[in-house]
Structure formats: C-alpha cells, structure tokens
C-alpha cells in the first residue's frame, strides 16, 4: 500500500467509503463505470467535480487525474494501484478496438 502518512483508523471512514473500499479491495469493482451506484454525490464532490462531469470521467475513466485517482485511493484508504490497475485494463479495452480499427483500414 501506499504510504499515505496519517492514515485515518477505519472505525472513523465515512459508511459510504467503507463500502466503497470493499468493493475495491475484494474485487467487485472491474469497471470504474460500477462505482454510479456507489454515493455518486458524494465521490463527485470529494474530487470537486460536478455530477455531469464525474459521469463523463466513469464512461471515459482515462479523463480521471493523478490527483483524483490519489484523492479517491486517500479517502477511502487503499494502494492508488488498485484503481489504476482498473482504469489500465480498460484504456488497454480501447486501445485495442482502436487499433484494430486502424489497422483494419491499412
């Protein structure tokens, strides 16, 4: 894990984020599109996003920062890998489709 200096104990982890981090540490989120479900208000405002542009970054999730990756990993208390992993798999998805594309065409 990263090390994140003062981390805060779980005990004091708002609800929504406790759910949030089992959701990432047991595996269930494979898609960043699945967190919709998951206090959308909540994460939007805690990365300083509207709820249209959060949205957008779920669908597209290469649109999501360093820093909001950081800040979400930080709030809800797990390795920022741990997203980037999934954010990874699906920009390698899109990669892939593009190229194949391309290559399709020359």
Known sequence: MAEWGKLKQLETLDADFISVRSLFLSGSITKMYQLIKQSPTKIAKLLGLNYSSYHS???????????????????????????????????????????????DKL
């Open 57 to 103: 970054k779920l669908v597209d999730p290469e649109k999501f920062t360093e820093f909001h990756v950081n800040l979400l990993a930080y709030a809800i208390q797990i390795d920022p890998a741990i997203i980037h992993e999934i954010i990874q798999k699906e920009i390698q998805e899109k990669v892939e489709m593009r190229y194949k594309n391309i290559e």
